[in-house]
């Protein structure tokens, strides 16, 4: 059974003239490492509030058709219920990080849930040492960098131990170090403890090599969803505007110009491992 699917979903926002998105089928499988992306404005954000129940209980408007979310109809359970299966980590950590010390931050969300506090103790050392911030556990919020700061948003949701963690735009304000190091972070929560990511972003070149299945959406609409190495040689995905990976198109410069490579690179390690075959056959 699918740990998220959506049939014939559509919302509409208060006083909205029409759909931030329309008639979304959907199915993501539990462990997939979803990348969600598309142009400004076309619904990626406000599809992730679906999935932790903000929409419909929080922004109001109008939500049509029908979302599952590891077992629980959106509609029908509260927030907190859906929050215990889904962690939501937002664009700017700012937004999700209030507390006087990154540990209370991190242990807030089981204070409200009334978890007994030597439990508190252990899921937050364990979220601080997964995410590598366990030595910044006494210092303000504040006092951290935009990546530290992200890390700290993303312990505060693992702490709960979700089983699906939706991440919109995470890097957007990160240097490409830093970018990197939080993506390293959240594809071994994904290979190492099975929890499903779906993950907005529009920096491909430092993400697709993490994702198993790539969804472009359009004015409010999904219209490619496959295999990266697929996705990205589709036409579509060029008219749609989305920026492709450096070296995918390295890949197809390389092929206009008689190198073929055994397939399409999503990182520009395994670009160089592929040249190097494609070079030392050609030689044989």
């Not at 679906?50 to 929409?55: A, E, K, P, S, T």
């Not at 364990?126 to 590598?132: E, F």
């Not at 939080?182 to 070149?205: A, C, M, Q, Y």
Request: glycine fraction near 8%; hydrophobic fraction near 40%.
């Amino acid at each position: 059974m699918a740990i998220i699917e959506a049939k014939g979903l559509t919302y509409t926002y208060p006083f909205a003239e029409k759909p931030a998105f329309k008639n979304i089928d959907l199915k993501i499988e539990k462990g997939e490492f979803i990348l969600l992306t598309g142009p400004s404005g076309c619904g990626k954000t406000t599809l992730c509030r679906c999935l932790n129940g903000l929409i419909p209980h929080f922004y109001g408007g109008k939500l049509e058709g029908e979302l599952t979310v590891a077992g629980l109809k959106t509609t029908e359970h509260a927030i907190y219920e859906i929050a215990r299966h889904v962690g939501l980590v937002f664009q700017n950590p700012e937004n999700q990080l209030f507390a006087l010390t990154v540990e209370k931050d991190v242990a807030f969300g089981l204070e409200n849930l009334g978890v007994p506090r030597d439990e508190i103790r252990r899921r937050v050392d364990w979220a601080l040492k997964i995410t590598g911030i366990y030595e910044l556990r006494d210092r303000a919020p504040f006092e951290l960098s935009g990546g530290q700061q992200q890390r700290v948003a993303i312990a505060s949701v693992l702490a709960m131990q979700p089983e699906i963690i939706v991440l919109d735009e995470p890097t957007s304000s990160l240097d490409p170090l830093s970018a990197k190091n939080i993506l390293d972070v959240i594809h071994r929560l994904n290979k190492d403890l099975g929890i499903t990511i779906i993950l907005v972003e529009h920096r491909l070149d430092l993400a697709s090599r993490y994702a198993n299945r790539v969804i472009v959406m359009r004015d409010g609409q999904i219209v490619l969803d496959g295999e990266p190495r697929k996705v990205f040689l589709q036409r579509e995905t060029k008219l749609i505007g989305v920026g492709i990976p450096k070296v995918v198109r390295l890949y197809l410069s390389l092929k206009e110009n008689g190198v073929g490579l055994s397939k399409v690179p999503l990182s520009p390690e395994e670009a160089s491992q592929l040249i190097a075959e494609a070079l030392t056959f050609d030689r044989g």
